[in-house]
């Protein structure tokens, strides 16, 4: 039983800096905005294209532990952001 309890700590301690990042939860939440934007279709494909970049480099950042790629990411999804929100 200890021994499950620490192996459920230690899953918790190593994912908790995932958790806390607004990029795991906003990029799907901006993926689905961006499909219901009413946007030219050109417009639409270009950011849908760098959302996924930005995700991939997100995704890249938790698993180096890159805050310097989170960072970056989180400036694309700002960005995308703004574009959906003219």
């Given at each position: 039983?200890k021994?499950l309890?620490l192996?459920?700590?230690?899953?918790?301690?190593?994912?908790?800096?995932?958790?806390?990042?607004?990029?795991?939860?906003e990029?799907p939440?901006?993926?689905?905005?961006?499909?219901?934007?009413?946007?030219?279709?050109?417009?639409?494909a270009?950011?849908?294209?760098?959302?996924?970049?930005?995700?991939?480099i997100?995704r890249?950042g938790?698993?180096?532990?890159?805050?310097?790629?989170?960072?970056e990411s989180?400036?694309?999804?700002?960005?995308?952001?703004?574009?959906i929100s003219?």
């Amino acid at each position: 039983m200890k021994a499950l309890l620490l192996a459920c700590s230690c899953i918790v301690l190593i994912s908790a800096p995932a958790l806390a990042c607004r990029g795991t939860a906003e990029y799907p939440q901006v993926a689905v905005q961006l499909t219901q934007a009413q946007l030219p279709a050109a417009d639409k494909a270009a950011l849908a294209k760098r959302l996924e970049s930005g995700e991939a480099i997100h995704r890249r950042g938790h698993e180096i532990d890159s805050r310097d790629l989170r960072t970056e990411s989180l400036k694309i999804l700002d960005e995308i952001k703004a574009a959906i929100s003219k």
